[in-house]
């Protein structure tokens, strides 16, 4: 297995951020909402991917709920090595033509076509470090000239550590500072 192939192993599964709920309920303060993410390499579901493809797509679910507000975001990523074999994620636009509750894993009628994937104009690629298998990235996008997007993640025995901030004029409007955890399940 080669890096990628092992850092892909890592990235996909079905993660939650339970345990990390249930400390905040326990000590009386629930700052992050509950939280699932559901990461699935999904290059069988793209046509006209070109031969020898040397990366992955993968489609992440994101389901969020706090209190009676349940929130679905489904994401496009593809997942490929750089000249220095370090790992990159690269952000896709959703195909406009895809509801996003049709956008999962596994709606095995999902069929995407490389050659109408667009790169997301928005998102700043994130390059992950590895430290002896602690990948961490960090990403700075600028969404509009006042809106920044800040994306921080760790992944290290089966756990991610993600922390999503928007900031609008250099102060926060949504998201977390401190991390939510996440914990494969499955």
Same mark, same amino acid.
């Given at each position: 297995?080669?890096k *990628? $192939?092992?850092?892909? %192993?890592?990235?996909?599964?079905?993660?939650s951020?339970?345990?990390? +709920?249930? !400390? &905040?309920?326990?000590?009386?303060n629930?700052?992050?909402?509950?939280?699932?993410?559901?990461?699935?390499?999904?290059?069988?579901?793209?046509i006209?991917?070109?031969?020898n493809?040397?990366?992955y797509?993968?489609?992440?679910?994101?389901?969020?709920?706090?209190?009676?507000?349940k929130?679905i975001l489904?994401?496009?990523?593809?997942?490929t *090595? $750089?000249?220095?074999? %370090?790992?990159?994620?690269?952000?896709?636009d959703?195909?406009?033509? +895809?509801? !996003? &509750?049709?956008f999962?894993?596994?709606?095995?009628?999902?069929?995407?076509?490389?050659n109408?994937?667009?790169?997301s104009?928005?998102?700043?690629?994130m390059?992950?470090?590895?430290?002896?298998?602690?990948?961490?990235?960090?990403?700075?996008?600028?969404?509009?000239?006042?809106?920044?997007?800040t994306?921080?993640?760790?992944?290290?025995?089966?756990?991610?550590?993600?922390?999503?901030?928007?900031?609008?004029?250099?102060?926060?409007?949504?998201?977390?500072?401190?991390?939510?955890?996440y914990?494969?399940?499955?």
């Amino acid at each position: 297995m080669n890096k *990628l $192939d092992i850092f892909i %192993n890592e990235l996909c599964g079905v993660f939650s951020n339970e345990e990390q +709920i249930k !400390k &905040e309920l326990d000590s009386g303060n629930q700052k992050h909402p509950k939280a699932k993410h559901i990461n699935g390499i999904c290059n069988d579901k793209i046509i006209n991917l070109p031969d020898n493809f040397e990366g992955y797509f993968v489609i992440e679910e994101s389901y969020y709920e706090q209190e009676n507000h349940k929130n679905i975001l489904p994401h496009l990523f593809l997942f490929t *090595l $750089d000249v220095n074999k %370090n790992i990159v994620l690269t952000s896709y636009d959703i195909p406009t033509d +895809i509801p !996003k &509750e049709e956008f999962r894993n596994d709606n095995e009628n999902l069929v995407m076509d490389y050659n109408k994937l667009r790169v997301s104009s928005k998102f700043t690629p994130m390059t992950y470090k590895d430290n002896n298998g602690v990948y961490e990235g960090r990403s700075i996008s600028n969404f509009t000239e006042v809106t920044e997007f800040t994306l921080e993640e760790k992944i290290e025995n089966n756990k991610m550590y993600v922390s999503e901030v928007f900031r609008k004029n250099g102060k926060v409007t949504f998201g977390f500072i401190d991390p939510i955890v996440y914990e494969k399940i499955n």
